[in-house]
């Protein structure tokens, strides 16, 4: 029997440690970090799990009994001042079936969020993350290396755990949407058809820094208006080879020097998007590839396009989501549908070695990565029902 009303004491609990405002401020590592993942410990013992973290900070509790098993789990660490489910909603969901005695491993990856690196835990659990990997691991915010951080926090040498993919059916992850499409159309529940690729891009624009009284128009060779125009034509050129739930997004512009009366001399763009399929990716990367071009015969700035980091798209396994639909049928007929995820989570990283699935339930307005982030309570108690009824008939099938 699931116990809901614990579920939702656990996440309370667990809002407790870190709270910012109305969220949580608990980036990996930090002795809030820590403490919650002590806490995880101590609740996955309570509930008859043989509990350990491993030397990358993975928080991983095995069932006794015998299989088959499923892996379950999400993330305890926090982007900064940021919300109180993201991630954690999945720990303690996770939990939630081992308590009611499903053959579930509950695991709470490290870093997800990215404080260090690009999904540390998972990908150290399937064995993507190499000695090297780790020594060049840099806090994001202020530099510091990994290993130094380990070892403040008592991690250094312990060893790092490697899943055992044949001892699991299936990995199931539970999360809320960081979306408007579910609150948007009424829907309690998201069945997710599968987890978005990226492509990211580098784009790196020279010029000629100069003065800005001194230089006439017809003179400058000016980088930053060369990227204003370039992101602008990509912005006019994509919706027509896009799909309907492709994203595109300039993270990041640097420019040098970056001065008041100065012309800038170079332009640095971080650009990136998304989306399920393949092929829609292929003709947005053509679309930007003739953008780039047209630029270059256009503008007196030349512009330089590198890829920086491509993930492909990860669908979800149909078995695994043929149990989510029919236990969302049951327990909320009318008011589920099928989405993707536009964020990427441990799941697309877990899904190189084992099928997967994740379930959505709404975000108030939308909003994630803020502290007022939320869900409504009766949402996260249903959500724990179709992934337990999910999980229950994909073990039967």
Same mark, same amino acid.
């Given at each position: 029997?699931?116990?809901?009303? /614990? ?16 969220? &949580? %401020? ?21 509930? @008859? ?8 900070? #993975?928080?991983? @509790? ?32 996770? $939990?939630? $079936? ?16 990215? %404080? ?9 659990? &399937? ?11 840099? #806090? ?7 290993? !130094? ?9 312990? +060893? ?12 199931? +992850? ?6 408007? /499409? ?28 100069? %003065? ?17 125009? $370039? ?5 006019? +050129? ?22 008041? /009366? ?22 947005? +990367? ?79 307005? @939308? ?10 309570? !009766? ?15 994909? $073990?039967?099938?």
């Amino acid at each position: 029997m699931i116990d809901t009303s /614990q579920f939702l004491a656990d996440l309370d609990r667990l809002r407790q440690i870190g709270t910012y405002r109305t969220g &949580v %401020h608990r980036p990996t590592f930090s002795p809030e970090d820590m403490e919650s993942r002590r806490w995880l410990v101590a609740a996955m013992e309570a509930v @008859g799990l043989e509990a350990q973290i491993d030397g990358i900070g #993975n928080v991983f @509790g095995r069932h006794r009994g015998p299989g088959p098993h499923l892996l379950a789990g999400s993330h305890l660490e926090t982007q900064n001042q940021a919300g109180w489910l993201d991630g954690v909603l999945g720990v303690v969901a996770a $939990l939630a $079936l081992a308590r009611a005695g499903l053959p579930v491993d509950v695991c709470a990856y490290a870093d997800e969020e990215g %404080h260090w690196g690009d999904f540390l835990g998972s990908r150290s659990l &399937v064995g993507a993350l190499d000695e090297a990997a780790l020594d060049a691991a840099r #806090n994001r915010h202020d530099g510091r290396p990994l290993h !130094e951080a380990l070892r403040e926090v008592g991690l250094a040498g312990r +060893e790092r755990l490697r899943l055992d993919p044949g001892r699991y059916k299936g990995a199931f +992850e539970l999360h809320i949407e960081q979306g408007t /499409q579910l609150e948007r159309a009424g829907m309690r529940i998201g069945v997710v058809t599968g987890i978005v690729g990226i492509r990211q891009w580098r784009i790196t624009i020279t010029g000629q820094q100069d %003065h800005t009284g001194g230089t006439t128009m017809a003179e400058r060779r000016d980088a930053g208006l060369t990227a204003v125009r $370039l992101l602008a034509a990509v912005d006019q +050129e994509f919706p027509g080879v896009c799909a309907e739930r492709s994203v595109w997004t300039t993270g990041r512009i640097l420019l040098e020097p970056n001065a008041p /009366q100065i012309i800038p001399g170079r332009a640095e763009i971080t650009f990136s998007f998304r989306d399920l399929s393949p092929e829609v990716m292929d003709r947005m +990367e053509d679309c930007l590839r003739r953008v780039v071009q047209e630029s270059n015969r256009q503008e007196r700035c030349p512009a330089v396009l590198e890829p920086i980091g491509h993930t492909l798209p990860s669908p979800c396994d149909p078995a695994m989501r043929a149990a989510l639909r029919e236990a969302a049928a049951e327990l909320c007929p009318g008011a589920w549908t099928e989405m993707p995820s536009g964020a990427i989570h441990d799941s697309q990283i877990l899904a190189r070695v084992m099928p997967v699935a994740m379930l959505f339930v709404p975000s108030i307005g @939308g909003i994630s990565h803020h502290w007022t982030e939320d869900t409504k309570r !009766e949402d996260l108690a249903l959500g724990l029902e179709v992934l337990a009824g999910g999980a229950r008939r994909f $073990l039967a099938g």
